[in-house]
């Protein structure tokens, strides 16, 4: 190979790298998907659905997540809620606190129309321990998706933000759980929060068994 072609070659990959490091910094931005949440959120065109609490457990779907020590005890066949089907659950004490402040799980998915960008917002999470993690699962046609795993702060907030598969407007059904993160995509651990909309949902679809864990 000539000189000449032999250094477009080297320009065209020294480019190439460059393209790749700087997407690299983007994807890990995190100021940047911070601000990027902020906006969905304050867009006038933003939709937003709230996530249903699960009430009256716990029940534990799928493997079981290994127990800290002030774990609780996983109770199967829990009732069932009439609107969603999802196990009913009740909300906790906080511990070490006088006569116990109760934690409510609430939770919002918001996206603006026409756009990849899903914020999950989180509330009235308990603290968690050793590898546990809040559990963001989200659904669409393709399946589910394991949108990612959250650490809530001591204001029991977390917020969890996917710009991937699945695209926004195609999610119809969402599971947050209280579980360790082993990458498995189907929903697994402590149900918390449940959402499932058959108006976007393909004719044949199936809401999610949380007594099969699946």
């Known amino acids: 190979m000539s000189r000449g072609p032999r250094l477009v070659l080297i320009a065209l990959l020294v480019v190439a790298v460059a393209w790749l490091g700087f997407r690299g910094v983007r994807a890990f931005d995190q100021g940047r998907h911070t601000?990027?949440?902020?906006?969905?959120?304050?867009?006038?065109?933003?939709?937003?659905?709230?996530?249903?609490?699960?009430v009256n457990g716990p029940l534990v779907i799928g493997r079981p997540?290994?127990?800290?020590?002030?774990?609780r005890a996983p109770e199967q066949g829990s009732p069932k809620s009439?609107?969603?089907?999802?196990?009913k659950r009740e909300g906790s004490p906080q511990p070490g606190t006088a006569g116990g402040t109760v934690h409510n799980p609430q939770g919002q998915l918001s996206y603006r129309p026409e756009t990849?960008?899903?914020?999950v917002d989180l509330?009235?999470?308990?603290?968690?321990?050793?590898?546990?993690?809040?559990?963001?699962?989200?659904?669409?046609?393709a399946?589910?998706?394991?949108?990612?795993?959250?650490?809530?702060?001591?204001?029991?907030?977390?917020?969890?933000?996917s710009a991937a598969e699945p695209r926004s407007r195609t999610i119809y059904e969402v599971v947050v759980t209280r579980a360790v993160d082993d990458a498995t995509?189907?929903?697994?651990?402590?149900?918390?929060?449940?959402?499932f909309d058959g108006s976007i949902a393909p004719p044949r679809a199936r809401q999610f068994d949380f007594a099969r864990g699946a």
């Open 82 to 87: 009439s609107d969603t089907g999802a196990p």
């Open 116 to 119: 990849w960008f899903t914020v």
């Open 143 to 161: 399946g589910w998706t394991l949108a990612g795993a959250a650490t809530p702060g001591p204001d029991g907030e977390a917020q969890v933000r």
């Open 65 to 71: 997540p290994a127990q800290s020590p002030d774990a």
């Open 123 to 141: 509330q009235g999470l308990e603290p968690v321990a050793g590898n546990e993690r809040y559990l963001v699962f989200l659904r669409n046609w």
């Open 185 to 195: 995509s189907v929903p697994h651990g402590e149900p918390l929060l449940y959402w």
């Open 35 to 54: 601000a990027e949440a902020a906006a969905v959120l304050a867009a006038p065109d933003a939709v937003t659905h709230q996530l249903p609490p699960v």
